[in-house]
């Protein structure tokens, strides 16, 4: 089993959607980091939180440490915001596990 | 500017020799990793760096090594013992390494590597 599992593993949107991608977790964390993987391979990153809501545009993350859950939500997506998104979290000896990542694909 | 530089960006070897992936970075930070990314599975940790002249095994270190002998590189080696070693490598830099909790990671844009 994984200690980080995402939903869904692929999406497909119309443009101006709101989007939802959800990330749950089994290990004790100290953070959890929201990356953006476009199809040439580099990452980039969105988010790094341990409490509450961060928003940076039109994107907006989640955490609920009780349910050990995160979301991240895309409003009026666009098809830049094609990409996979990956989940990882920091666990307490500061490592970093990974999700399998959610591969959206925004329609025009 | 500062980043993560990771070259090359494809990579061609044959099967039984060894290949040194290299990770630079100019962000002044401590730690550093080296991932393996294979199709439909999460990143997975080869092996990280705390520090400079010091460093751990991550899940899958088999058939690599490294070394951090500047805080700026931490170069990877694919060994002919690695049994598959075609996949994408990420490397990654981390401010603050044992001392600094909750700081992101940071990547650079990956070597593809294909042996043939």
């Known amino acids: 089993k994984n200690e980080v599992e995402q939903s869904p593993q692929n999406l497909t949107a119309q443009e101006g959607e709101f989007i939802t991608i959800n990330c749950s977790y089994s290990?004790?964390?100290?953070?959890l980091h929201w990356l953006q993987q476009h199809p040439g391979g580099g990452i980039v990153s969105l988010f790094m939180?341990?409490?509450g809501k961060k928003k940076h545009g039109r994107l907006i993350a989640t955490i609920n440490i009780q349910e050990k859950h995160s979301s991240l939500h895309i409003t009026a997506s666009h098809p830049r915001d094609s990409a996979v998104y990956i989940c990882a979290v920091l666990n307490t000896g500061n490592q970093f596990y990974f999700g399998t990542g959610t591969s959206l694909t925004v329609i025009p | 500017d500062g980043g993560i530089t990771q070259s090359p960006k494809y990579l061609f070897r044959k099967e039984g020799q060894n290949v040194t992936l290299s990770c630079e970075q100019n962000l002044n930070h401590d730690a550093m990793y080296w991932y393996r990314q294979d199709p439909g599975q999460g990143l997975r940790l080869i092996y990280y760096s705390q520090i400079v002249n010091d460093f751990q095994k991550g899940d899958i270190a088999e058939g690599y090594s490294v070394s951090r002998e500047k805080k700026e590189s931490f170069p990877l080696t694919v060994t002919s013992a690695q049994k598959n070693p075609t996949a994408f490598y990420l490397c990654?830099?981390?401010?603050?390494?044992?001392?600094?909790?909750?700081?992101?990671?940071?990547f650079g844009p990956g070597t593809r590597l294909t042996v043939l």
């Open positions: 990654a830099s981390r401010l603050g390494g044992l001392r600094v909790l909750n700081n992101e990671q940071f």
């Open positions: 939180l341990s409490s």
């Open positions: 290990v004790g964390i100290s953070a």
